[in-house]
């Protein structure tokens, strides 16, 4: 049996680690960009529209979405198609 000794270092590096794993976990525009697939309540906020004017883009398909089971999915990369439309016009 193979005995595997921990020492304060390796704790220390451990906990410096985990800490900087945190610290990227709650940063928002970090997890934001790594993040493929958006819900109707980060897109509404993101573009800063109602429900009702993303159930238009829905309907019209200006934006694309993947609906699962009873929620709806948004591609990040088509939100930021749609916010560099508006700043090109």
């Known amino acids: 049996m193979k005995l595997d000794l921990v020492t304060k270092e390796d704790l220390s590096e451990f906990k410096s680690e985990l800490i900087n794993a ?4 709650i940063k928002g525009g970090d997890s934001q ?3 493929k697939w958006l819900r109707s309540a980060e897109v509404r906020k993101i573009l800063k529209i109602s429900p009702g004017t993303l159930q238009n883009l ?18 990040l990369d088509d939100i930021n198609a749609i916010m560099d439309g508006e700043k090109n016009e």
Do not use: A, D, M, P
Not at 22 to 25: A, D, G, V, Y
């Open 22 to 25: 945190i610290e990227q976990l």
């Open 33 to 35: 960009q790594q993040k």
């Open 58 to 75: 829905r309907i019209n398909g200006v934006l694309s979405f993947t609906k699962v089971g009873s929620i709806f999915y948004y591609k």
